[in-house]
């Protein structure tokens, strides 16, 4: 703890859940990565799949300092593609195993008792970011929610010929700035994507950044893609879907960018 010169330890997290994609409208859709990175002495994590949800989990639940969880609303119950460890197989019997261990069954639950997996020791590095898409062109930097999204808009750009390095950052601070540089260095772009409101946004810190750690690397100006600066969330999907990067404005933020020259 910094306000003891490293005598008292503050092993505490919190586990907000943050973020867009279950129509919570006005009052349940807000993203606060901004807020969370202001406030100095926490370690700060967001997860975009569940095998990284357990790993920062158990980071954060071991370090003797604070710690914030952020937990994307709309990525709570997708499955993962990596097996957790202590779970079944990823098979479709493993799955069904896994059903009913854990989900209560319909009507008289009196009796019914969960048979949680066995709980193993795997935790992901806290500040180690993780590439999880390997491309020339441009490099896109992103966690949470967003972070299929540009999965899914790298891959689908690579019928036009352009290949696009994706990084999950995993942990917003201290986040892995030794990746990201190497990333950017090796492609000339950037693109920053969350879903926070644009207005003082963290990725605007790390625009700033990369303008001064990576000028004369640059072949094209770095962007940031990220919420709209509205008041609140609408309740209609299309409302939804116009506040926060999507597919569609993701795929054509990477498109520019990689034809754009400085």
């Excluded at 807020?35 to 990284?52: Q, R, Y």
């Amino acid at each position: 703890c910094w306000t003891s010169n490293g005598d008292w330890h503050l092993p505490r997290t919190m586990m907000p859940p943050v973020g867009r994609g279950i129509r919570g409208s006005i009052h349940h859709s807000h993203s606060f990565d901004a807020t969370a990175t202001h406030i100095p002495g926490f370690k700060i994590v967001m997860p975009s799949n569940p095998l990284d949800a357990y790993g920062l989990m158990l980071a954060c639940l071991k370090e003797p300092n604070p710690t914030m969880f952020l937990k994307p609303k709309a990525l709570l119950r997708i499955e993962g593609a990596e097996q957790i460890p202590g779970e079944p197989p990823l098979t479709a019997e493993g799955k069904k195993q896994l059903k009913e261990m854990i989900d209560a069954p319909l009507g008289d639950r009196t009796k019914w008792k969960p048979k949680w997996p066995e709980l193993t020791d795997y935790t992901v590095e806290l500040g180690k970011a993780k590439v999880v898409r390997t491309g020339d062109h441009v490099t896109v930097v992103s966690y949470g929610r967003t972070l299929p999204v540009c999965v899914q808009a790298a891959e689908a750009l690579e019928g036009e010929g352009i290949t696009t390095e994706v990084i999950d950052l995993r942990t917003l601070w201290p986040y892995d700035w030794e990746t990201v540089s190497a990333s950017i260095k090796h492609t000339g772009r950037v693109l920053f994507v969350n879903e926070d409101t644009e207005v003082t946004n963290f990725g605007e810190h790390l625009v700033r950044r990369t303008v001064e750690d990576l000028f004369y690397e640059l072949e094209a100006r770095p962007r940031l893609l990220a919420g709209a600066f509205v008041p609140g969330v609408g309740l209609a999907d299309n409302l939804e879907m116009a506040s926060v990067p999507q597919l569609g404005t993701s795929t054509e933020a990477i498109r520019d960018l990689a034809h754009e020259r400085a």
